[in-house]
């Protein structure tokens, strides 16, 4: 990343000039995330990249991790899969999320795989293989625990039975067995391995009514960063890519993305003056303000209020008064901060800037609400960062 697009040094004023909100995407970052996932757990790496890919960019960010090391793609919607197949992309895709009233059409002609968690969906995939003349290639689904998507126990074993009835008919193939652990992010949690042992009988099951699946998958990051029994053949990774590292494991993994504001105005305020909605802040001493064009309409929760900080000047300067939908004001005090000026808003840390994990703790969440968040009314800029 040139730089001019981040700190010099910690303290430094930042040397951009940017007209609106804006988030830089480090792909330098994300490529090396996932060559370190892939080392660190020596399975074949599926990068998720759904809801835009964490809102680092879906496309930019399945190149980066294919660059990386990743071997295959993962994401909810066939919408998102078609997408990616629009952008040139040529590796296996899966799609894991989609109602049984889906088209499935449009991912047969563009060989997307699908994820199948129930009878109703193995039969409207089976439907749309009939009408197109092309076999899907399907990875059954089962819920070992989090009463969310997957087939259930009780209507597993007639999946599997179906599947393997369409398997004959060249209707589909069985190429995996997939599910989804609830607690991979507290390391040696109890429910982790009451999950893994479901998921073994889940696969003498698929055995037992004659499936022969490639691959069987369970990790997210968490689990493929702190549980190596649950890596199985692949790990499907998508917060690791793009620095979040769920269960504390100290990974070297980057965060990739810096989010900017710019100073649209600075005003003078005396001791006693109201700041923002209902009153939520009086001044408890003359300061200077500094107003930036950015709020939970742009993924700044309201929560913090009162509680977040942006780095302007080298400096932690406070939000005060209510977070609005597009604003939000921060005292800069006696910084000689003024318009045009651009705040970092969050980023990795190494400019002393605030970083996704803060503003988690800030608002009550986890970073993954904080990275997703981010509107599209942010500009996203696809930048390399030298190391």
Known sequence: ??????PRRAGAQRATVVSRPTALVDLAALRANARTIARL??????AVVKADGYGHGAVALA?????????????????????????????????????P???????LHARVDLAVPSLDHLEAIRAAARRTGVPATIHLHVDIGMSRDGAGQDSWGRLCTEARTAEEAREVVVHGLMGHLGCADRPGHPTTTRDLDRFDRATRVARAADLRPTVRHLGGTAAALTEPLARLDLCRVGAGLVGIDPAGSGAPLRPALTLLAPVVAVREARAGQRVGYGDAHVLPRATRLALLPVGYADGIPRITSGRASVLLHGRRCPVVGLVSMDQVVVDVGTLPVVAGDTAVVLGPGSGGEPTTHEWAHWAGTIEHEIVTGIGPRVDRRHVEEDH
Do not use: C, H
Request: charged share 15%; proline share 5%.
């Open 101 to 107: 009233a889906t088209d499935f059409r449009p991912a």
């Open 63 to 99: 190149r980066a991790a294919l660059a990386g090391g990743a071997s295959a793609l993962g994401v909810t919607s066939v919408t998102e899969a078609v997408a990616l197949r629009r952008a040139g992309i040529d590796v296996p895709v899966l799609s894991w999320l989609n109602a």
């Open 1 to 6: 990343m040139s730089t001019d697009l981040l």
């Open 41 to 46: 757990t020596g399975r074949p790496l599926l």
